[in-house]
């Protein structure tokens, strides 16, 4: 069973998903492709990293699995402040969409429908 991403793809999905001046649509992206091809790259390799053991000869090469870490702890810092900031948005939202409300709730106590008198 071999993994259809490798070590050096993660790497990269992860540095895409880290780069600097994407929208925040294509930032989303990235992080759901990045997340998509580690998690079973991760199952695959995982009894691998419990045991601590390399039977079938070296899986990754050290260096590249603590880059792998370190960027991977950095997507996921970036994916929760994204959350934490979608959450405020829509907190922000909600109390304007209060006030609006206030607002446009405010009916007027009568209307008139005869026309003003000239002279």
Known sequence: ??????????????????????????????????SAAFHPWYEEHKETFEQGTESSGPVVDRDDLERLLKLHTEVLGKAELLQQGTSNDLMALRGRRKGMMAYIDILPKRLSTRRTRKG
Do not use: Q, T
Request: glycine share 8%; no cysteine.
């Open 1 to 34: 069973m071999s993994s259809r991403v490798g070590i050096g793809d993660l790497i990269e999905l992860a540095e895409i998903a880290l780069a600097e001046g994407a929208d925040i649509d294509e930032l989303i992206s990235h992080i759901e492709a990045y």
